[in-house]
Every structure is written in structure tokens, then in C-alpha cells.
């Protein structure tokens, strides 16, 4: 049926990352031939079927306040292993992926998560306290556990509050076949919207619309007047090269920009598309675009960019967040480029209904059995969606309830049940009443986004049965406009659903999904452990109940 209504770098314990390839001499990963991955290829179904490399990576990640200056501007900072951006999780498609996370804080908790990856039965280490898990006390350390079951591009950050804007956060490269072929991979490129004030301070002052940072990073550096400096990336002439854009920023959208290139945008998310070329990109907060460019200009220097849209964002330096594209042959190479931006209107667009995916997938008809709307408002500095404003517990996280068998969930938790099977839909419409872009994220599933427009939604679900639904885990809900959006019960667990703009988030917009409650209990990796983390952090609380006041939802 269906429910509406609404360490000092980390470290590999195991054998170096597998070479593209190597699962199988069947099909040979290779820049000729990126389409293949052994015995598996770009049409393989990853939703069932997944490579057994038999390979686990094991990670360490310490969580420090620590002061640096990535802009140039000195400010405390909250950073994984004393780095902006924290160390990239690389692994290959179908390895097991160990981390283990300790917070080194005097007086926050903590939390990991690992955006876009599905969790499929290993929920309690999807990292959002008071809904997976409990907060990490401080001195604690807690083991996530999951299987790449995707392959592509995204990111972990810390789910606590808005401890990931003031720098708790890094990339996940998951190594796997691509859509189009390319000759180098040059890895991830982490756009940032950047305060000089700490987070948590923004949000208490804040008594309108979220403040806007002073400027921007690309993966963890820029300028800020005449400090810092600038992110650069060098190239051969000749050669292709795929690069991994991810929009890990708290209020910003972006659009992004290499001077003079065209690229082909060949994944949204961590879902591999037709590709298709384009010199502008809209990116989303939250959101991932995995492009290839071929390095065919005169060798020079050119500016790459990442532009916040002041019409519906704020950022005071919307045309200074910047990296540089050097040519090898460049006759200087460290003088800065003289380059001009493309042409674009300034708007929090989102290409996601042009976007065709790979892999097509079907929608039942059969499940889809009723409809209703999910609205989001704002009232007094609080978001509500579904008639509620969430705020949640972080030492009483809703699984920890369902592993109790206890379905007394407070109402500001915010939860939709979704029971049936595997088999079944969920699908809902989620309605904005106000001229206000909401980037919607789902955790444990890809959103079947239907349609989004401004306006009215009209249609029926049974209109929106096509095999070229797009597919993503983030898509922006218009102003003044509606989403409609559907996924499969085919992942038991606790869900959270929320706006990355963090400060909307700190402000209630989200709830969560308990979807299969029958199915979720010793089935989703809660164990001892698990329930350890949630005794050191009541004790945590007791100890210093002054420094553990949560002032905001929570999320």
C-alpha cells in the first residue's frame, strides 16, 4: 500500500583500493572503456545487485576544535583530523566500509552522516542522533558500519545541529563504472559557503532569514581580501578529466562554472545519467554532480566557480569564491586568471527533471493506492512540514524506540509510519506556501521525483509512470510551489527528510519516515555497542547538563 499524508589522514586496514577492473578480466575498467567494472557494467540494476570484493576499508576520524584560517580569516573551527575538508572516504563498489568516529569535543555531542548512501538494513549507521542513534558524548568513539552498495560521488558531515557548518565535514569517492569515458579522475571538488562567526552563535542571533557568510570555499580554501588563497588544479592539454562537485554548504546555492569549458554532467547524486553538455550548473546544497571536460583551450589559467544566488540565498562575496584550472604549459603559472564567468540568471534552478538516468526504472501502479500533501510554513522563526515543527532527543532516538517495540512516539518527533512490503510505494506531494527554495533530502532512499513546478500540483500519481523518472537524493522544492516525489519500502528503518539548508533544518523542517516497523527490529545493525553510546551519553548529560542544552531540533 501506499502512505502520504502528508588519526592524522585516515587509514585502509585492508589491501590498497582494488584497481578499476580488477573484480573480473570480463570487463576492464579503463579510459577507453569506463562503462565497464568486471563482471558488471553501467546497465547493471545497483538497487539489486551489488560486486562481493570481499574488501573492508577501515577509516579513523577524530573530531577536534581546533583553530585555522581557510580563507585567510583565524576562526575556531570544528574539523575531522584537523582538516577543512576532513580526509575523503574512498572505496570501491560493493566493499565494506568501517568508520570509526571519536569526539574529541569538551562540550558537544556528535554525530556522523553519510549523505545519499541508502543503508540498506544497516540504518543505525546512517549517523542522525535522536533518530538512528544517540549523540557521541565527548571522549567517546562510535563504529559506523556500511556496504557501498552505489557507486559515485558524495559526502559525510556531522548531523548534529549545525556543527557541520562550522567545518565537520569531507567527500566519499565510490569507485565504479561511469557513463562516459575520461583519462583522469582528478577527485573531489567541495563547494562551501564559509562564516567568520561560529554556526551555532549565527543561529542564536538570527531572527529572519539565515545570515549570510562572509564568503566561500573550494575543498577548504580561498581568498578573503588579500588573504588565504586560492584552490587550483592543474591539467594536461589534450586530456579528459572527470570532476566530483559536491555542494556541502549551509545556505548557498551555487552555480558552477570553469571559464571557457563545456563539461558533460554524467551523475546527479549517486545516480549515473545520459550525459549531457553544459557550461552552467545549478548546484543545490547537499546536492552532487560527477562532470567531465576535456582540456581543449589555450594553455593559460582559468578561473572555476562556485556563485551563490543572492536572489535566493545570501553570501557577501558572491563573485570571489574561486579556484584556478592551470594548463601545464601555461607560460605562468602562478599568476591568477583574467578569465570572465559565463553568462547565467541569478535563480535556485535544479536541471533534475531534465536529467535522464542510466538505469531507467519502473514505478508499480498496482501499490500506489492514495495520495496527500505534505505543506511546508513558517511561524514565528519555526518551519513546520506536516503540521509539525521536529525536534528530536538525542538520547532517545526513534529506532532505539522501534528496538523496544515502542510506538509511542512523541509528536514532535514528527514520524510517518509506512508499512507493507518490499514490493509497496510510498508517494506524496510536498506543498511550499511561501516564496522560499527548500533543497529536500531524503536519507536510506533515492527520491522517484515525479514533478516540481510552481503553482498547484494536479496531476495523479498513475500520470508519472515512466521508465525515465528521475532519480536523486536531493531536489529542490520550489518556491511557492509543489514536489511530487515516490520510493519503494524496500529499506527498513528510521528515515529523517529534511531542507539542507541547515539553518531550516535547526528550525524544524523535517520529519522521519518509520518504514516497516515489523521488519526493523535486530535486523538494521542496533547492538550492544550501539546501546553504549546512548549510556555514555546520558552520562555525558547528567555530568554537564549546562553544556548539553539543545536549543534547536536537533538535527
Not at 579503463?30 to 574488501?55: E, K, L, N
Not at 565537520?168 to 561511469?178: D, E, K, L, Q, Y
Not at 582528478?186 to 542564536?204: K, R
Not at 520529519?511 to 555497542?529: H, K, M, P, T
Request: charged share 10%; proline share 4%; glycine share 8%.
Amino acid at each position: 500500500m501506499i502512505f502520504t499524508a502528508l588519526a592524522l589522514a585516515a587509514t585502509v586496514a585492508t589491501a590498497s583500493l582494488l584497481q578499476a577492473g580488477s573484480t573480473s578480466a570480463a570487463c576492464v575498467n579503463s579510459a577507453t572503456a569506463r562503462s565497464c567494472w568486471g563482471d558488471y557494467d553501467i546497465t547493471t540494476d545497483y538497487y539489486d545487485t551489488v560486486p562481493d570484493t570481499g574488501v573492508t576499508r577501515t577509516y579513523y576520524l577524530a573530531l577536534n576544535n581546533v583553530t585555522m584560517a581557510p580563507d585567510g580569516v583565524s576562526r575556531w573551527v570544528t574539523a575531522f583530523n584537523n582538516s577543512i575538508p576532513g580526509p575523503t572516504i574512498t572505496a570501491d563498489w560493493g566493499d565494506t566500509v568501517v568508520v570509526y568516529v571519536t569526539n574529541n569535543l569538551a562540550n558537544n555531542g556528535t554525530a556522523l552522516h553519510w549523505h545519499g548512501l541508502r543503508q540498506n538494513y544497516t540504518a543505525a549507521s546512517d549517523g542522525v542522533p535522536g533518530v538512528t542513534q544517540c549523540a557521541i558524548a565527548p571522549g567517546d568513539t562510535f563504529k559506523y558500519t556500511w556496504r557501498a552498495t552505489q557507486y559515485g560521488t558524495t559526502w559525510y558531515h556531522s548531523h548534529f545541529s549545525l556543527q557541520y557548518g562550522n567545518g565537520a565535514f569531507g567527500a566519499i569517492v565510490i569507485n565504479g563504472p561511469a557513463t562516459t569515458n575520461y583519462d583522469v579522475d582528478l577527485g573531489p571538488l567541495l563547494i562551501h559557503d564559509w562564516a567568520h562567526e561560529d554556526s551555532f552563535y549565527l543561529f542564536s542571533i538570527n531572527t529572519g532569514a539565515p545570515p549570510g557568510a562572509e564568503n566561500g570555499l573550494i575543498n577548504g580554501t580561498n581568498k578573503y581580501n588579500s588573504a588565504g588563497s586560492y584552490f587550483s588544479t592543474t591539467v594536461t592539454s589534450g586530456n579528459t578529466y572527470r570532476l566530483r562537485v559536491v555542494n556541502s554548504g549551509v545556505y548557498a546555492h551555487m552555480k558552477f562554472m570553469i571559464d571557457n569549458h563545456s563539461f558533460q554532467v554524467i551523475a546527479a547524486d549517486l545516480v549515473p545519467i545520459v550525459p549531457y553538455n553544459t557550461t552552467v550548473l545549478d548546484v543545490a546544497l547537499g546536492q552532487r554532480y560527477d562532470i567531465v571536460f576535456t582540456a581543449n583551450q589555450t594553455a593559460s589559467n582559468y578561473w572555476i566557480r562556485a556563485i551563490p544566488q543572492l536572489s535566493c540565498t545570501n553570501n557577501k562575496n558572491q563573485n570571489g569564491i574561486k579556484g584556478i584550472l592551470r594548463y601545464s604549459t601555461a607560460s605562468n603559472l602562478t599568476a591568477d586568471p583574467t578569465t570572465t564567468a559565463y553568462t547565467y540568471t541569478d535563480n535556485c534552478g535544479d536541471q533534475t527533471m531534465s536529467l535522464t538516468p542510466k538505469l531507467t526504472k519502473t514505478i508499480s501502479a498496482s501499490s500506489a493506492t492514495a495520495s496527500g500533501s505534505v505543506p511546508v510554513t513558517f511561524s514565528q522563526q519555526k518551519w513546520y512540514i506536516n503540521g509539525k515543527t521536529q525536534v528530536i532527543d538525542w538520547a532517545n532516538p526513534s529506532l532505539g524506540m522501534v528496538e523496544a517495540q515502542n510506538t509511542s512516539y512523541p509528536s514532535a518527533f514528527n514520524v510517518i509510519s509506512l508499512s507493507g512490503t518490499s514490493s509497496d510505494w510510498a508517494y506524496f506531494v510536498i506543498t511550499a506556501s511561501n516564496a522560499v527554495d527548500h533543497p529536500m533530502h531524503i536519507h536510506g532512499h533515492d527520491w522517484w521525483v515525479l514533478a516540481r513546478g510552481t503553482g498547484t500540483f494536479t496531476g495523479k500519481f498513475t500520470d508519472y509512470l515512466t521508465t525515465a523518472v528521475p532519480r536523486r537524493d536531493v531536489v529542490v522544492l520550489p518556491a511557492s510551489g509543489y514536489l511530487a516525489v515516490a520510493f519503494p519500502l524496500d529499506n527498513p528503518g528510521t528515515w529523517l527528510m529534511h531542507c539542507h539548508i541547515a539553518f531550516h533544518a535547526s528550525e524544524g523542517l523535517s520529519l522521519q519516515f518509520v518504514e516497516r516497523y515489523s521488519d526493523i527490529r535486530g535486523n538494521v545493525g542496533v547492538d550492544s555497542a550501539w546501546n553504549q553510546t546512548c549510556t555514555n551519553w546520558k552520562s555525558y548529560v547528567t555530568a554537564k547538563s549546562s553544556a548539553a542544552v539543545m536549543d534547536d531540533s536537533g538535527i
